[in-house]
């Protein structure tokens, strides 16, 4: 990376970081409870001198217990699921492979589904059950494309779509069986993708496999360029094109799953996020991946808090990424006239 480049890269981090604090502090603020700058800062002052101030009780409890952990999930999910999909398009080699390709979603439904059917929606079952069944989808594909033989890529494609329609399947079973009173609403709402009712218990769900799953593919985020040189001259260069390609999927699988047992499904943005990102540091996973991280913190936030201010009843966050998502991604094909 030439001294220009890199301070081109430097310039856009630095502007991405800006950005991702001026967009959570505006979430934090915007709200049908309005709360101001200046009360924001008279709350973290008064955390930080351990004073109580009776007057800015309910906005403390906005702010502290409701706003901010839905905050900093929608960041973390963002950002999760956008460099997921960045690490898999190129290491398939694929600019219309996103983090679902492998039956993780469709796994971590199930599981979702299950555990609301079986068991109380918030006992600590039910959280990890979505987990769970997510990792366990990437062993069926692993199973099914041949193990630690030499895996093409088409075998993970049809191994990952076979997973899928069997998750499917068995989710739609579970919808059939469940009580179209209460457990279905629930079952269909979480399967929307939403960030309503967010604690700090998500966050520390998730944070924990999320955060080993990011930091593993920045680890990768060079090999990830030698995979799109073909296998032998992979082996050439001195790495295991097979093994790197399976730690790569396992580390995306980690993160994905972790994202989605938190929120639910959310499609659209690990497809989407990783093409916009390409277009301003171009195709070099070194730059692309971290680019990639920081846009789907800064995009999820912003679309989660359209979704908890549009209208009174709040609109589930999958359907306003699919309505965001899908249009741009038709323009940015139309303009590459299909050559992606």
Known sequence: MDRTVRNQYLII?????????????????????????????NVIKNRINGTYDDTLKIMDHVLINVRLPRILLAGLVGAGLSISGAALQGTFQNPLVSPDLLGVC??????????????????VISSLLPFVFGISSILLVFFLAGGQGRTETLSLILSGIIVSSIFNALTSLVKYVADTGDKLPAITFWLMGSFSNTTYTHIKISIIPASIGIIGLLALRWKINLLSLGDEDAYTMGINPNRTRWNIIFFSTLVTAACVTVSGIIGWIGLVIPHICRRIVGGNHGRLLPVSCLMGAIFMILVDSIARNLTLAEIPIGILTALIGAPFFAVIYRQSKGGM
């Open 13 to 41: 981090i630095t502007f991405l970081c800006i950005l991702l604090v001026l967009v959570i502090v505006g979430s934090m603020v915007f709200g049908r409870y309005k709360i101001s700058l200046v009360d924001i800062g």
């Open 106 to 123: 469709a796994g971590a439904g199930f599981g979702a589904a299950l555990g609301i059917l079986l068991f109380s929606d918030d006992s």
